[in-house]
T-cell receptor, first 114, second 111 residues
Framework: DAGVIQSPRHEVTEMGQEVTLRCKPI?????LFWYRQTMMRGLELLIY????????DSGMPEDRFSAKMPNASFSTLKIQPSEPRDSAVYFC????????????FGSGTQLSVL | RKEVEQDPGPFNVPEGATVAFNCTYS??????FFWYRQDCRKEPKLLMS???SGNEDGRFTAQLNRASQYISLLIRDSKLSDSATYLC????????????FGAGTRLAVHP
């Protein structure tokens, strides 16, 4: 079975540009999570969805960040406009449901904003 | 107090050694706990779950002390392949699995 699939693996962009990160969760998983990882702050939960509905977006740093899940097999995390401090590894993860705590992570997107 | 705190390490140990990591958490209502392993430049992967007082899986033992609000991970007979960062994970209460990750403890096993 395919795991969580993220694209792109690497993204280099200039400050001010729009960045869109993509995620395909494991088929049958009903919960999806976006995390950001930096050396300074570790893994931070940005937002999570259950059955395509955003449940908690309190971790989204500011209005420049937005996330959508139009259907059960696809989610996007958008940053507009991007800033150098957004540089990090962004992970998408999925789990079977809201009370299943085993997360399966994608390989992540390494974002560099110059 | 941070929600989840870990000693960042690094722990440098020789092959065959026994090493233990501790993790403290602030939410006394948490019922289940996890250790994830993250290799360099890779995604985190679940290593062990801890639902009661402890759990053992081969060379790995996780123990929970609810009174003191800490969990530990013990690795016996360390292998070179155990070199990684170990993340302590605690779910917040509220019906949804909002997992809080610790900053991680780095382990380096040398020959």
């Amino acid at each position: 079975d395919a795991g969580v699939i993220q694209s792109p693996r690497h993204e280099v962009t200039e400050m001010g540009q729009e960045v869109t990160l993509r995620c395909k969760p494991i088929s049958g998983h009903n919960s999806l999570f976006w995390y950001r990882q930096t050396m300074m702050r570790g893994l931070e939960l940005l937002i999570y969805f259950n059955n395509n509905v955003p449940i908690d977006d309190s971790g989204m740093p500011e209005d420049r960040f937005s996330a959508k899940m139009p259907n059960a097999s696809f989610s996007t995390l958008k940053i507009q406009p991007s800033e150098p401090r957004d540089s990090a590894v962004y992970f998408c993860a999925s789990s079977l449901g809201p009370t299943n705590e085993k997360l399966f992570f994608g390989s992540g997107t390494q974002l560099s904003v110059l | 107090r941070k929600e989840v705190e870990q000693d960042p390490g690094p722990f440098n140990v020789p092959e065959g050694a026994t090493v233990a990591f501790n993790c403290t958490y602030s939410n006394s209502a948490s019922q289940s706990f996890f250790w994830y392993r993250q290799d360099c430049r890779k995604e985190p992967k679940l290593l062990m779950s801890v639902y009661s007082s402890g759990n053992e899986d081969g060379r790995f033992t996780a123990q929970l002390n609810r009174a003191s609000q800490y969990i530990s991970l013990l690795i016996r007979d360390s292998k070179l392949s155990d070199s990684a960062t170990y993340l302590c994970v605690v779910p917040l209460s509220g019906g949804y699995n909002k997992l809080i990750f610790g900053a991680g403890t780095r382990l380096a096993v040398h020959p």
